[in-house]
């Protein structure tokens, strides 16, 4: 049995320590290479006294020294913390305040901004410095040998309410099921080239990850700049011999709306997996045009559950307009949709998407309150303590069995790939000094991030989203700015949002 998510990279290495693991912009690192650098930079860890189970940060880009960092911390027997280098911060403050981790892996270039936040220079590790010569006489397989299944694996931060991110934290059971059944689902092999859009702090990356570890498989870092220019993306995908993407759909439209793949010849693509946002459909029958042959699948979970809950391989044809199934459960999670009595809702009722099983998360890192508020008891299970996560999210199921997503039941969305509370950018908008109220509503149409403020001056769009980039990630920030005398209120005295909603139309 399985008990840490390591054994996939100790099982692989044993295996193919000659092949390719991780392609970064030319650089090629083999599995040996990545397992003997990640051993030392363990043993680097265990030198200055970080304790087993413990967070451990990685502060870095996107790269071959993140992987190897991940797998370090994995190694001294903790886990990892991927952090945004782009981060405000007072965000970046904000995180490591509330996770107090034992240390933060970071390179020289990014150290500073450690330090503009208030993270001591004696609690970080630079990734670029050399080892010194006691960090290899570690005895490195005794401290990740003793974590089992329930411990923490990694933690991913996700936008708070209340303007203070919340870090979910996924066990090693979680991904470990995720993985295998992942493995299983889209028959992921060695021979699979993965390349990998999400960031490592979007819990996408998981399954980039994961699965290269578990099959053997190569990781090909594509560049984050690319995904701004279509063309030379899909040239990249196409010259690095690319077969297999997990990607957000905001990516695959921005192809299919210049028309990339019409003139070219297509890259070997032939497993096309999405998630993190809705598909449009004309967006996916551009691509299934253009590969006839190959697997698309749409995938669906919020970051409180181990990637992913519910998954559907597309079978059919979808004129434009109709909506994309989340379709079916994964394996080992149970999907609960309940009615506004906490009753299974029947036949096509909508209802609030609720998960069970070992996808959950354990929680929210120093956050008993809103833990329990999130993960509650199963109402349908009066037996014995059972969690659930309630997703906020309202689906239905079709006459198919498949489920359909709604909407969200509050004003939390997702936009490009990024699960995000209304109310944080709200929070930052009313910081700014001459703004006086500030609501923050999503077009689902145009997927824009909407804001409707009062303020006595004349406040430019510019000046507005150059004081937010002080304190929100660039994926936050609104794109349609309305100013307005008065913002309209309801019966109740609150911002009448609907109101507000009603001038999409």
Excluded at 68 to 95: E, M, Q, W
Excluded at 140 to 165: E, K, M, N, Q, V
Aim: hydrophobic residues 40%; negative net charge; charged residues 20%.
């Amino acid at each position: 049995m399985q008990t840490n998510v390591l054994e996939y990279f100790e099982r692989t290495t044993l295996q193919r320590a000659e092949k390719i693991a991780v392609v970064d912009r030319g650089a090629l690192v083999t599995y040996g290479e990545l397992r003997n650098e990640a051993s030392a930079l363990a043993g680097r860890l265990i030198c200055t006294g970080a304790t087993a189970n413990s967070p451990v940060a990685v502060f870095l880009p996107k790269s071959k020294d993140a992987v190897i960092s991940i797998l370090a911390v994995l190694h001294s027997g903790n886990f990892y913390v991927p952090l945004d280098v782009k981060s405000p911060t007072p965000r970046l403050a904000a995180i490591l305040q509330n996770l107090e981790p034992l240390r933060v892996i970071a390179n020289k270039a990014t150290q500073a901004a450690l330090a503009k936040a208030g993270w001591p220079l004696e609690k970080t590790i630079l990734i670029d410095d050399a080892p010194s010569p006691e960090a290899n006489a570690h005895p490195l397989p005794s401290r990740h040998s003793g974590i089992i299944d329930t411990d923490p694996a990694y933690i991913i931060y996700t936008s708070g309410s209340t303007g203070i991110p919340k870090g979910v934290v996924i066990p090693h059971r979680g991904v470990v099921d995720y993985i295998d059944w992942a493995r299983d689902c889209y028959a992921i092999t060695e021979s699979e080239v993965i390349g990998s859009q999400a960031p490592f702090y979007f819990d996408n990356s998981t399954l980039d990850l994961y699965l290269c570890l578990a099959c053997g498989a190569t990781l090909n870092l594509i560049p984050e700049e690319l995904f701004a220019f279509p063309l030379q993306l899909m040239d990249y995908v196409r010259t690095a011999g690319i077969t297999t993407i997990f990607w957000v759909p905001s990516v695959m439209t921005n192809v299919a709306n210049f028309k990339i793949l019409d003139n070219a010849e297509p890259p070997p693509l032939r497993k096309i997996l999405f998630a993190g946002e809705v598909m449009p459909t004309r967006t996916l029958n551009y691509w299934r045009n253009k590969f006839p042959h190959a697997l698309f699948s749409n995938l669906y979970g919020p970051t409180e559950i181990t990637v992913d809950c519910t998954y559907y391989i597309v079978d059919r044809v979808f004129p434009e307009g109709d909506s994309l199934p989340i379709g079916f459960p994964c394996r080992n999670s149970d999907i609960l949709i309940l009615n506004e009595q906490d009753q299974p809702a029947s036949g096509c009722e909508h209802g609030e998407l609720c998960v069970r099983g070992s996808s959950l998360a354990l929680g929210y890192w120093n956050a008993p309150d809103k833990t329990a508020a999130a993960f509650t008891q199963n109402p349908l299970n009066p037996h014995y303590p059972e969690r659930i996560y309630r997703t906020g999210d309202l689906v239905h199921r079709n006459e198919r069995g498949e489920i359909l997503f709604m909407g969200r039941k509050d004003f939390q969305i997702k936009h490009q790939g990024y699960r995000i509370e209304l109310g944080e950018i709200e929070l930052a908008a009313t910081a700014i000094d001459s703004l006086r109220t500030a609501c923050v509503l999503y077009n689902q149409a145009r997927q824009e991030i909407t804001l409707f403020f009062e303020s006595d001056e004349n406040l430019s769009p510019g000046y507005i989203r150059e004081r937010l980039s002080a304190r929100l990630p660039k994926y936050m920030l609104p794109t349609a700015f309305h100013q307005l005398e008065r913002l309209p209120l309801n019966a109740n005295g609150k911002i009448d949002r609907l109101r507000l909603a009603a001038s999409f139309v």
